[in-house]
């Protein structure tokens, strides 16, 4: 069973910075992609930021440049460091795994991230 937690959202005000973390269980992928996507109130859920297991990574234009993906295989985790934030990047975040950018199959619960001006 494939379980993704999310933690480290929060309130935080505008210029400040918060890391995101989503532990991995249960993957039935050797290679794989995790990834952030988020969703705003009233609106569709977006990639944020993408990293392969073999190191790749795909950014929303949006958030290069400001954000950055990481992870660590042994642990089965991932991370996203978010700097520079802004009211707009308010939204729900949520961990995916999958086999490509494009094609995530198992999603966590999300984390709220709000960001005050």
């Known amino acids: 069973q494939v379980q993704l937690v999310e933690s480290g959202g929060g309130l935080v005000q505008t210029g400040g910075s918060l890391r995101l973390s989503c532990a991995a269980s249960?993957?039935?992928?050797?290679?794989?992609?995790m990834a952030w996507h988020r969703q705003a109130p009233g609106k569709a859920r977006e990639l944020v930021a993408g990293m392969h297991s073999g190191g790749a990574t795909n950014y929303a234009d949006s958030v290069k440049g400001r954000f950055t993906i990481s992870r660590d295989n042994a642990k089965n985790t991932l991370y996203l460091q978010m700097n520079s934030l802004k009211p707009e990047d308010t939204a729900v975040y949520y961990c995916?795994?999958?086999?490509?950018?494009?094609?995530?199959?198992?999603w966590g619960q999300g984390t709220q991230v709000t960001v005050s001006s």
């Open positions: 249960g993957s039935p992928f050797s290679s794989n992609v």
């Open positions: 995916s795994l999958g086999t490509w950018f494009s094609s995530p199959r198992y």
